[in-house]
């Protein structure tokens, strides 16, 4: 397992690296050179101009400047603060580039950047690294800004400048990288969208820092395909459909016949023993007719074709005889929709997903009803459903999602918080999934996930593991069906045809 870490996480590490025995110095020498073997690997030609800042960012850029000078390489380093300006171990490394004839100059203006930065093949940025915090002032913003507007390949060292390291938020003007080096654990922003989307590649370079000094408690989690393969549920021999799983699945309305049918379709086909569909009357047929696998059941339906309040008790009798219960796609917010979901959320005690209409309805419910469950939780927001159940802006959700998701998850509830790099926090851990693509931002695509959902927790998977893992299957799925219909001609139904390719991928190691 690998973990992507905070400015502290690292900062710490790095700190009792240098108390074993390892230097400051030495630390920046590997980065910088590191930097160095990716431009002289990747750019073959052409001028080169190196943007440092005054930290020992900005000293990464010196070393690789001093390296790429050395191997021949035409370099320029354009300096925010001149070498004297600088201290230790930046300095040092400042004056040994100077000293070696590495040509710089210190800029101010955006102008400056701007025409110091033309011809130039390759910028490494080398201004902030994971020293920024908030939005980045002038004349850093200037600098930052010619960066972006260059058409040269670009190096980022470390992080882009103008992503937050802890966050992925991006305040202010930020660095687009083709790559990013970044040292000894990938930054949280790295992963963490939207950081994650101006990192380009990122390649993770050893400077030192030893591997058992990187695990952090409670730091966020990069998982690779064989941990998520150790969580998929045992297939025996002497399976039979009752010991495979009995889902519920409380969907759809007249409105939205289409969530029911794709919430209780990812429920098959992740495998359950035994789907029921407890959706509303008018429903029924819709249903039936798209999934002969499961058994529907008809329930009271009002005049809008939702639930209606007589739906409630046969729903809990339902779900007493499941293992576990999805709740929400598709059932607006009707009274009696309301009046369902105030009832599971009460009065049942078996593992329970929490999806769509049910989260708007827990948010002005209050969502210690879904934390305080002894039984497993899942809730599987998207932004603005998060933004409702915390009271605040989907935006202020965007500017730090493992904060927010982490607010939204105890020991027996986990948040599977939607989107690009969507993440999942319970039981004191948080995961980020790198699985999926923007082919999977169609509607009904969070049902099928939460019908998969309700399978892994029927098959006595903990909530947080199996939304860890439905979250990887669902975007594994999505890459594979993108793979041959393309991203753009990706649809929702094309995940039940693609997850078991994703489940065999992950079975055969």
Known sequence: MRYALTAGQMQAAEHRAVERGTTVESLMARAGEAVAEEVFSRVALGPIAIVTGKGDNGGDGWVAARALHAGGREVEVLALAAPDDLSGAARAAAQAAVEAGVPSRT?????????????????VDAIFGFGLAGEAREPYASAIRAIAASDAYVVAVDIPSGVGADSGAVEGPAVHADVTVTFSAPKA????????SHCGEVVVADVGVPEELLAHTGALELWEPAEYAAL???VHPTDHKG???????????QAFTGAAVLATGGAVRMGAGYVRAAVPAPVTAVVQSALPQA????MAADESGAFGP????PILHLAEESDAVVLGPGITTGHGARDVVRALLGECDRPLVIDADALTVLAEEGTELALARPAPTVLTPHPGEMGRLLGISPTDVQSDRVAHARALSSDTAACLLKGAGSVTCGDGRCVVNRSGNAGLAKAGTGDVLSGMLGTLLAQGTAAFAAAALGAYLHGRA?????????????????LWRYLPQAVAELERG
Do not use: H, K, N, W
Not at 243 to 253: E, F, K, Y
Not at 295 to 298: K, Y
Not at 479 to 494: F, I, K, V
């Open 189 to 196: 922003g790295c992963v963490l969208e939207p950081g994650a």
């Open 295 to 298: 058994i529907v059941m008809g």
């Open 478 to 494: 999505g890459d594979l069906g993108a793979a041959e219909l393309t991203e753009r001609c990706l649809a929702t139904t094309d």
């Open 310 to 313: 007589e739906a409630v008790r």
């Open 232 to 234: 998929l549920p045992t």
């Open 107 to 123: 800029l101010a203006s955006a102008e400056e950047f701007a025409d110091a930065l033309v011809g130039a093949t390759c910028v």
């Open 243 to 253: 010991s495979r799983g009995r889902v519920l699945v409380v969907a759809g309305s």
